[in-house]
């Protein structure tokens, strides 16, 4: 179990309503389950998280790797489309 503390750039910032959140979670994929989970039925956070992609560390995160265990504290950061690219 690692200590993950997502931290939300613009527009799921916005969503989010906080600009970090701290979670106990084994993954990456279990981390976004419990940031959800503490916003029941919240429709914008979900939509824009499941549009962001993520830096693990300030390393890009694959797909495959959002279920690799982890271990320690980590920083994951989500970062929605910006405008342009």
């Keep these: 179990m690692a200590t993950i503390t997502i931290r939300y750039w613009a ?6 309503g906080v600009e970090t959140d701290v979670v ?3 993954t990456v994929a279990a ?3 419990r940031a959800a989970a503490a916003r029941p039925g919240d429709a ?3 939509r824009v998280i499941g ?4 830096l693990v560390d300030g390393r890009r995160l694959g797909d495959a790797d959002r279920t690799r265990p982890l ?10 489309p910006f405008a342009g690219g």
């Design 11 to 16: 527009g799921a910032r916005d969503a989010a």
């Design 24 to 26: 106990e979670a084994p």
């Design 31 to 33: 981390a976004l389950d």
């Design 44 to 46: 914008e956070y979900a």
């Design 51 to 54: 549009l962001c992609s993520f």
């Design 71 to 80: 271990t320690g504290p980590v920083e994951l950061e989500a970062l929605p």
